[in-house]
């Protein structure tokens, strides 16, 4: 059964404080990799596409990477602004299948 | 562009009561979403549409119905609404298939009592 699993369910992190957050999958035929940030009562908002193993994205702190298993999100240097709900989604040739979420909370 | 708009923000049901909530987006997409995020699940897909007068079902179509009568609009009804259907709402849209990026509105709070 296609399945995503992201960890940890919640981070803290003091700014500045670097981390990442991982998105394991097991789905037949990947044909994207999406990374979404969600605020507090938002709806979630496009990140990154990753296709293919080895490919790699960055905007501002943010950097993602895919594997052939995983991707991770790396957080560098967080600030408090960095603090939302990431979510992961793998699409398959049929459908998205979200991961529930890693809760990211940066302290100053 | 506005986007993806949702209304309402937030509403409360009783149980068998029916609701429509609207979706409406302005970029001239073909596909469009209803999601629903409950806590510890991840976003789980109701209904899709594929172009204006066409829907099909998701994940979890049980309880609800959809149309798509104009291209930027997309609709979801619950007939008679349920405790179990208590969850946000999330309309999405993408330019083509799923397999593109999805653009997702604000969210529809519902609460059936």
């Known amino acids: 059964e296609d399945q995503v699993t992201q960890s940890p369910e919640a981070l803290r992190l003091q700014e500045g404080e670097s981390s990442s957050l991982n998105c394991s999958y097991t789905?037949?035929?990947?044909?994207?990799l999406f990374w979404y940030r969600q605020d507090p009562g938002k709806g979630p908002e496009f990140l990154f596409t990753?296709?293919?193993a080895g490919e790699e994205k960055e905007k501002e702190r943010l950097k993602a990477t895919l594997t052939k298993k995983e991707s991770f999100l790396h957080i560098t240097a967080p600030k408090p602004e960095d603090s939302a709900t990431y979510l992961c989604?793998?699409?398959?040739?049929?459908?998205?299948?979200f991961g529930t979420g890693t809760r990211l909370q940066v302290f100053p | 562009n506005a986007g993806v708009t949702q209304t309402p923000k937030f509403r409360v049901l009783k149980t068998g009561q029916s609701m429509t909530l609207l979706c409406a987006q302005d970029?001239?997409?073909?596909?469009m979403y209803w999601y629903r995020q409950d806590p510890g699940m991840g976003l789980r897909l109701i209904h899709y549409?594929?172009?204006?007068?066409?829907?099909a079902k998701g994940e979890v179509p049980d309880g609800y119905n959809v149309s798509r009568l104009k291209k930027q609009n997309f609709l979801l009804g619950l007939e008679s609404a349920a405790p179990s259907q208590t969850s946000v709402y999330f309309c999405?849209?993408?330019?083509?298939?799923?397999?593109?990026?999805?653009?997702f509105g604000p969210g529809t709070r519902l609460l059936v009592l």
């Open positions: 999405a849209s993408s330019r083509q298939g799923r397999g593109e990026t999805q653009y």
């Open positions: 789905v037949s035929g990947l044909r994207g």
């Open positions: 990753l296709y293919s």
């Open positions: 989604a793998a699409h398959n040739t049929d459908k998205l299948i």
């Open positions: 970029m001239n997409h073909e596909y």
């Open positions: 549409s594929v172009g204006e007068g066409t829907t």
